[in-house]
């Protein structure tokens, strides 16, 4: 089972982040990440492994106050960099963490997203992938995040960060 830990506030987040997925360690994982956002953009750090491991792959020079951290157990995809938690829509602008499973992932994809270039082999990236267009098609995230909630089957929790507001950090969740 994975786990999803968020932070927005005053102080750095990356060791908070780190501290919260290890905290969650013993529910069982393949790999790990952590997002965060600062003046800079999204930096995001990730791979396959243990929370130890992931800690020699953070930049402990990026300085942030907000962020998300993920820890995943594959069952869409292999356990690898390109699988692992957050993921980011084809701009960049938003990033996503999520727990569960979505059923109706390859209906989404050839719908909504048929001409889509996904990066990995995971449901996680057509939520990312639905946000980002519904926000495009001129609703505001809030609006897009539940537009995209409310088509996806399945039971599962998000947490969202948008670089052109990262002061805000949203959740989202169905039966999970």
Known sequence: MCGIVGYIGGQDVKDILLNGLEKLEYRGYDSAGIAVVNEAGVHIFKDKGRIAHLRTVVDETVLSTVGIGHTRWATHGAPNQRNSHPHQSSTGRFTVVHNGVIENELELRQEYLPNYHFISDTDTEVI???????????????????HVMSILHGSYALGVIDAQNPEVLYAAKNKS
């Open 128 to 146: 990312v992938a639905l946000i980002e267009k519904f926000v495009l098609e001129k609703e505001d995230v809030e609006l897009a995040i539940r």
